[in-house]
């Protein structure tokens, strides 16, 4: 018996890509799996290829109506949806710095963020950095800045180029609420030294230290009488 055995799960934009592999190892997990394709061509395209393994539904999930259908559609076809994996979709979330998020006011676009960059030598996401702050469960691939930031149980790292492995962990943290809420804790409290005035105060104490540490060089005392001297002979001279 699967993991997901008598579960229904959702991907959408599960027609290519990761989100296609995620929905074949669910499926191998033993759900019911259900597919979104955008236009009518990927839809026509996905139906014809893997009509046979999944439900796929056409959805433009940027779209709010086209959600409801997607959902009503859902509830017809099945009796319960127990997974939703948010592959493809747009997420409306009002800016606010990250200093002014707290753990019930952070964003809710998806209990897990997934960051797959595909080269280790990725030194910066802002992203990655953002989701860390706003206190989410997080998997990614073991670039630079992932790598330290999700130290120590902060979140999960997979290998480069292994969508299989990535799919895998993401069943086990959606499956596990006890775990994915530990993780997500970890991460928000780490990053409160990340956010705005905690960085600009760390800036300024550099300054201070800085400008403490250095030496004024002592300047050479020029008296009044030989600049006056100087001055005088430049204009005999002239």
Same mark, same amino acid.
């Given at each position: =018996?699967?993991? #997901?055995?008598?579960?229904?799960?959702?991907?959408?934009?599960?027609?290519?890509?990761?989100?296609?592999?995620?929905?074949?190892?669910?499926?191998?997990?033993?759900? $019911?799996? /259900?597919?979104?394709?955008?236009?009518?061509?990927?839809?026509? +395209?996905?139906?014809?290829?893997?009509?046979?393994?999944?439900?796929?539904?056409?959805?433009?999930?940027?779209?709010?109506?086209?959600?409801?259908?997607? =959902?009503?559609?859902?509830?017809?076809?099945?009796?319960? +949806?127990?997974?939703?994996?948010?592959?493809?979709?747009?997420?409306?979330?009002?800016?606010?710095?990250?200093?002014?998020?707290?753990?019930?006011?952070?964003?809710?676009?998806?209990?897990?963020?997934?960051? %797959?960059?595909?080269?280790?030598?990725?030194?910066?996401?802002?992203? +990655?950095?953002?989701?860390?702050?706003?206190?989410?469960?997080?998997?990614?691939?073991?670039?630079?800045?992932?790598?330290?930031? #999700?130290?120590?149980?902060?979140?999960?790292?997979?290998?480069?180029?292994?969508?299989?492995?990535?799919?895998?962990?993401? /069943?086990?943290? #959606?499956? $596990?609420?006890?775990?994915?809420?530990? =993780?997500?804790?970890?991460?928000?409290?780490?990053?409160?030294?990340?956010?705005?005035?905690?960085?600009?105060?760390?800036? =300024?104490?550099?300054?201070?230290?800085?400008?403490?540490?250095?030496?004024? %060089?002592?300047?050479?005392?020029? %008296?009044?009488?030989?600049?006056?001297? $100087?001055?005088? $002979?430049?204009?005999?001279?002239?």
């Amino acid at each position: =018996m699967g993991k #997901l055995t008598g579960k229904t799960a959702l991907v959408t934009g599960g027609n290519s890509g990761i989100g296609l592999a995620t929905a074949k190892l669910f499926k191998q997990e033993g759900a $019911n799996v /259900i597919i979104t394709a955008r236009s009518a061509e990927t839809y026509k +395209l996905a139906v014809s290829e893997y009509g046979k393994q999944f439900d796929v539904i056409q959805a433009d999930v940027s779209k709010f109506s086209e959600i409801q259908t997607l =959902m009503a559609q859902i509830a017809s076809r099945h009796k319960t +949806l127990d997974v939703v994996f948010a592959n493809a979709g747009v997420a409306e979330v009002e800016p606010r710095p990250l200093g002014t998020i707290d753990e019930d006011g952070r964003p809710r676009t998806s209990p897990v963020y997934f960051t %797959p960059y595909r080269y280790e030598a990725q030194a910066v996401s802002g992203t +990655l950095a953002y989701a860390l702050g706003a206190g989410k469960a997080i998997i990614s691939t073991p670039y630079w800045h992932a790598a330290e930031l #999700l130290a120590d149980g902060r979140g999960e790292l997979v290998p480069f180029e292994d969508p299989a492995a990535l799919a895998d962990v993401a /069943i086990e943290l #959606l499956d $596990n609420q006890a775990a994915r809420e530990a =993780m997500r804790r970890r991460a928000y409290l780490y990053a409160r030294h990340m956010v705005w005035d905690r960085v600009a105060q760390s800036y =300024m104490q550099t300054f201070v230290r800085a400008s403490a540490g250095r030496k004024q %060089p002592a300047r050479a005392a020029f %008296p009044v009488q030989t600049a006056q001297k $100087n001055a005088t $002979n430049r204009l005999v001279n002239a």
